[in-house]
């Protein structure tokens, strides 16, 4: 505390925030994911009153079609990284 005189106190307020902390205590923890194939199932045709249905694919980095393996991608922004904000305030004496 800085004391200007006997009857009034001014003084420093620090404080630290830590947001997304499991992200901060290990860094595959607190990462939302979003869909990117929600539809696994794909209906095709339907004959005589029967439908016909295909499990959906998905293409490769080297082009090729396989069936679906990945609904759901890890998500890049700045809400899923741990952030540290910190704040000082002065207090004018009372």
Not at 19 to 30: E, R, V
């Amino acid at each position: 505390m800085i004391y200007i005189n006997k009857h009034k106190k001014n003084n420093f307020q620090f404080r630290a925030d830590i947001l997304n902390f499991t992200n901060f205590i290990n860094k595959d923890w607190g990462i939302s994911q979003r869909v990117i194939n929600a539809n696994v199932l794909n209906f095709r045709a339907a004959t005589a009153n029967v439908p016909f249905f295909q499990l959906a694919t998905q293409t490769e980095d080297d082009g090729t079609r396989i069936l679906i393996k990945d609904t759901f991608q890890k998500n890049a922004s700045t809400f899923d990284v741990w952030q540290a904000q910190f704040t000082l305030r002065y207090i004018f004496g009372k």
